[in-house]
């Protein structure tokens, strides 16, 4: 396992959420206990950090560390397994950058990457299921607003909440229109920012419903799906932030993979371009 080496974080996360951010992805491979387990801790460790010196060197601002290798997915609570190699993982990630490091613990264990993030120093978690109830491809899922809040109290080291409102690969229970919803996610769930989707990984969202949500809410609102090389410089100019990490980001375009560092770079460039 190769050695981290040791930096913090050099932007606050409120600082960094009001300064248009970009993130990028770390998708690991299956974390051990998982189905698909096929590297011990020590491989999916050197694997991050792999990611996130290349994530860095591309000049990104922050790094989402998410177990997409870890399917069929947990509705929310994981296995304490998944727990404890996740927050391995995270710790070994936030010593080695100056980027700042958020953890999504899949499907929607929001209390368990929240304690992740506090306990190893990371700056933000992405909750897909902060507010209200979805059915998804995991049965329904109900929000966690209250545990989350409560919880964060508790704890001496802040984490910012990024809530994904109408997240992708569900549906929601009740037909509430996004902008609604996304003002019940920032004014009541206590969401630090609300991330936007189309209704799958692959799938943008419209500038449309980009922009419905933008007139409501006060906080941030970020881009959380289908951002490629085409569209990214366009969703940089409509939202306060993008997360890049579908296909085009990743070596064969394979979505899961290792990383593209010179895809993630020309993004950065046409982003940064736009002023």
């Known amino acids: ?55 860095e060197a591309a000049g990104l601002d922050a790094v989402i560390v998410e177990n997409v290798g870890d399917p069929p997915f947990f509705r929310e609570s994981v296995p304490p397994v998944t727990v404890a190699a996740m927050g391995v993982v995270v710790k070994a990630v936030r010593d080695a950058t100056r980027l700042a490091v958020g953890a999504n613990l899949l499907r929607n264990a929001c209390t368990e990457a929240l304690s992740i993030a506090s306990v190893t120093g990371a700056d933000f978690i992405r909750c897909n299921v902060v507010i209200g109830a979805y059915v998804t491809d995991q049965g329904i899922i109900e929000g966690c607003a209250a545990e989350l809040a409560r919880l964060r109290r508790t704890l001496t080291h802040d984490v910012a909440v990024l809530g994904d409102i109408h997240v992708k690969h569900a549906a929601p229970l009740f037909d509430v229109p996004i902008e609604d919803a996304a003002a019940d996610l920032a004014e009541r769930g206590g969401a630090d920012a609300v991330i936007v989707s189309g209704s799958r ?67 950065v460039r046409r982003c940064r371009a736009q002023g």
């Open 1 to 55: 396992m190769s050695a981290p080496a040791g930096r913090g974080a050099a932007v606050a996360m409120p600082e960094l959420l009001r300064s248009r951010p970009l993130f990028g992805m770390i998708h690991l491979p299956p974390l051990p206990g998982s189905p698909r387990e096929r590297l011990d801790l020590d491989g999916v460790i050197d694997f991050a950090l792999d990611e996130v010196r290349l994530l």
């Open 201 to 267: 990984s692959p799938d943008p969202p419209s500038f449309e419903r980009v922009a419905a949500v933008r007139e409501t809410v006060d906080v941030p609102v970020l881009i959380g799906s289908g951002v490629s090389l085409e569209n990214v410089a366009g969703f940089y100019e409509r939202a306060d932030g993008v997360l890049i990490g579908e296909t085009d980001f990743k070596v064969g375009g394979v979505w899961g993979g290792a990383s593209d560092g010179a895809a993630y770079a020309e993004a």
